[in-house]
């Protein structure tokens, strides 16, 4: 670590990444990248240790304040990146707006996928009741929502393909939603996917939660233009349910 850093920040989540400017966290799956509400700072609700501002995208953590720069869903694990202080957040969020950030995911998805390698573009929309919210694609409208994504197995057994993903854009459940309305939802996912499925997948897999992960964060840094590549191995959980979907092809 830079000598000039700060104290340590404190996370529920492994650093996998820290500069003066930057941490990165390995976020698991079932933690939040933020409290969902005001007031739910307790111990585990979050990928970092403190008071949540939402108004700021801000924590309040032992060592100082940490900005989160994006998120991920609570079901999802991976890459987690938030900035030391509020002017790096501010230029990194504009690299995201930009996309001038590569976010690759690996997720299971239902099916063959075809053919081994393409783009979705759908236009997304999401609907809010109370808290929660649900995503859709529009049958209609401008495209808002781009991924591009390339097949690394079928898994003929399971019926289950393999999938690395670079997500373009940042709609909400945006890589769930684009993928269940292909007929191919995320293995595990319990609100846009095959619920008969994940029930089978759970029992003979061991798949107990969505099978999507934040494999790799790639950006220029904007402080010293180095070019930053985070990666975070799949976790041991989804490896262990590949070793049991069988022999890929």
């Known amino acids: 670590m830079d000598a000039r850093a700060p104290a340590e920040v404190r996370t529920f989540s492994p650093v996998i990444f820290e500069d003066?400017?930057?941490i990165a966290v390995a976020k698991p799956s079932a933690v939040l990248s933020h409290p969902n509400h005001a007031g739910a700072e307790k111990k585990g609700a979050a990928a970092f240790e403190g008071p949540y501002s939402f108004q700021e995208r801000c924590f309040t953590t032992p060592a100082g304040p940490v900005w989160l720069i994006h998120r991920l869903d609570q079901d999802a694990s991976g890459?987690?990146?938030?900035a030391k202080d509020a002017g790096t957040a501010a230029k990194m969020r504009q690299l995201f707006e930009k996309q001038e950030v590569v976010?690759?995911?690996?997720?299971?998805?239902?099916?063959?996928l075809q053919p081994a390698?393409?783009?979705?573009?759908?236009?997304?929309d999401e609907k809010k009741t109370g808290a929660s919210v649900r995503a859709f694609v529009r049958s209609s409208g401008p495209?808002?929502?781009?991924?591009k994504y390339q097949v690394k197995g079928f898994f003929q057994k399971s019926g289950l393909?393999?999938?690395?993903?670079?997500?373009?854009t940042g709609r909400t459940h945006q890589i769930r939603v684009q993928a269940a309305y292909r007929r191919n939802p995320v293995a595990g996912d319990g609100v846009y996917g095959h619920f008969a499925m994940n029930k089978r997948w759970r029992t003979e897999l061991g798949l107990k939660r969505l099978f999507l992960h934040s494999y790799r964060l790639a950006f220029r840094?904007?402080?010293?233009?180095?070019?930053?590549?985070?990666?975070?191995a799949l976790p041991e959980d989804l490896e262990r349910v590949l070793a049991k979907a069988g022999p890929s092809r």
Do not use: Q, S
């Not at 495209?143 to 991924?147: D, K």
């Not at 840094?221 to 975070?232: R, Y």
């Open 143 to 147: 495209a808002n929502a781009l991924l």
């Open 161 to 168: 393909t393999l999938a690395e993903i670079e997500l373009v």
């Open 79 to 82: 890459v987690l990146l938030a």
């Open 117 to 124: 390698r393409g783009t979705w573009k759908d236009c997304m």
């Open 103 to 112: 976010k690759v995911y690996v997720a299971l998805l239902a099916g063959r």
């Open 20 to 22: 003066r400017w930057f």
């Open 221 to 232: 840094h904007p402080h010293t233009g180095k070019a930053i590549d985070i990666v975070n």
